[in-house]
């Protein structure tokens, strides 16, 4: 994709609403625009979380006051599940408890905590428990669609699974032979069921890619929802 595109369409996934309206506008495919709402929503909350943090004592007095944790959560633009999981500790909910009641709010005795921690859970498309089994599931989707297509061409490999006895570090397919792509030797594959920008590169080349390079030699990384025209990752890593 053209960084023009990319940046375009980035720049307006501003809340979750905004997927299904660029997916129609845009004519789209929804996951692949869920999939750029999740990566600049999180980095987002990365960035803001400590400033988020610092105003918890203000925003826990609205809370006293009756506003509810998913319309607190609206208005600083925040994932509704951190903000309330940032606001127990000042509302004396142990954190534990705090994530027993998102998993299942008919445990939750305090009739005001139960409907907000169900309508957290509902609104969060992310960090709630439905959204961190969506994004197991697509990495999952990833890892098969990876295998299915070794597979087919008889290439022998091992998991993760495999090796992570063995080695601290794993790629998703280490390759028992070296296979040529586009005149490059791959000793391994990594399968990344996200989109790639510079940042998204960046932070799989110092967690992950960079290492497996040390370990194995050159290998390859699929993104599975595309990545960002002209990106050079490292040598030794292709896209």
């Given at each position: 994709m053209k960084y023009e595109d990319y940046k375009n369409i980035y720049s307006q996934l501003r809340k979750p609403d905004d997927i299904d309206v660029l997916a129609h506008k845009l004519k789209m495919d929804r996951e692949f625009l869920f999939v750029l709402y999740t990566q600049r929503t999180v980095r987002d909350a990365t960035r803001r979380f400590y400033i988020v943090k610092k105003d918890i004592k203000k925003i826990a007095k609205e809370w006293r006051r009756g506003t509810s944790m998913a319309r607190l959560a609206r208005t600083?633009?925040?994932?509704?599940?951190?903000?309330?999981?940032?606001?127990?500790a000042e509302i004396n909910l142990p954190r534990k408890m705090f994530?027993?009641?998102?998993?299942?709010?008919?445990?939750?005795?305090?009739?005001?905590?139960?409907?907000?921690?169900?309508?957290?859970?509902?609104?969060?498309?992310?960090?709630?428990?439905?959204?961190?089994?969506?994004?197991?599931?697509r990495g999952q989707w990833g890892e098969k669609r990876l295998q299915t297509w070794l597979d087919k061409r008889n290439l022998t490999y091992r998991t993760e699974a495999d090796l992570r006895?063995?080695?601290?570090?794993?790629?998703?397919c280490l390759l028992d032979k070296p296979i040529q792509i586009d005149g490059k030797k791959v000793h391994w594959i990594e399968s990344k069921a996200s989109f790639g920008d510079e940042i998204e590169l960046r932070k799989n080349v110092r967690r992950q890619l960079l290492p497996y390079t040390e370990m194995f030699g050159t290998g390859a990384v699929v993104y599975w929802f595309g990545f960002v025209e002209g990106i050079e990752p490292p040598e030794g890593i292709m896209l």
């Amino acid at each position: 994709m053209k960084y023009e595109d990319y940046k375009n369409i980035y720049s307006q996934l501003r809340k979750p609403d905004d997927i299904d309206v660029l997916a129609h506008k845009l004519k789209m495919d929804r996951e692949f625009l869920f999939v750029l709402y999740t990566q600049r929503t999180v980095r987002d909350a990365t960035r803001r979380f400590y400033i988020v943090k610092k105003d918890i004592k203000k925003i826990a007095k609205e809370w006293r006051r009756g506003t509810s944790m998913a319309r607190l959560a609206r208005t600083i633009n925040f994932p509704p599940v951190l903000l309330g999981l940032m606001l127990s500790a000042e509302i004396n909910l142990p954190r534990k408890m705090f994530w027993k009641y998102v998993r299942d709010p008919s445990t939750c005795h305090d009739k005001r905590l139960r409907k907000e921690l169900a309508e957290i859970a509902e609104k969060d498309l992310i960090y709630s428990p439905k959204g961190s089994q969506l994004q197991t599931e697509r990495g999952q989707w990833g890892e098969k669609r990876l295998q299915t297509w070794l597979d087919k061409r008889n290439l022998t490999y091992r998991t993760e699974a495999d090796l992570r006895a063995t080695h601290k570090k794993t790629p998703d397919c280490l390759l028992d032979k070296p296979i040529q792509i586009d005149g490059k030797k791959v000793h391994w594959i990594e399968s990344k069921a996200s989109f790639g920008d510079e940042i998204e590169l960046r932070k799989n080349v110092r967690r992950q890619l960079l290492p497996y390079t040390e370990m194995f030699g050159t290998g390859a990384v699929v993104y599975w929802f595309g990545f960002v025209e002209g990106i050079e990752p490292p040598e030794g890593i292709m896209l």
